[in-house]
């Protein structure tokens, strides 16, 4: 941002530690979901709706989330 450069808008949540809906409320569809602990494209899920951003939060951790 302080540079002029497009930022797309994120969250960091943890694992389980999240509201669905206050994610849907705050970030628009479609989204990108990314877990942490893995390779710089590893795991990345696009999310169109949020049955489909629920179904990626069951995945396992070793998964794509």
């Known amino acids: 941002h302080e540079r002029g450069l497009p930022v797309a808008e ?3 949540v ?3 530690a999240y509201d669905l809906d ?3 409320e705050r970030l ?3 989204m990108f ?4 602990n893995l390779g710089s494209s ?3 899920s696009k999310v169109k709706t949020r049955e489909d ?3 990626v939060e069951k995945k396992p951790a ?3 989330v």
């Open 10 to 12: 994120f969250l960091v």
């Open 14 to 16: 943890a694992r389980g």
């Open 22 to 24: 206050d994610i849907c």
């Open 28 to 30: 628009p569809f479609p």
């Open 33 to 36: 979901v990314k877990p942490a």
């Open 42 to 44: 590893v795991g990345i």
């Open 53 to 55: 951003l629920a179904k």
């Open 62 to 64: 070793e998964e794509a």
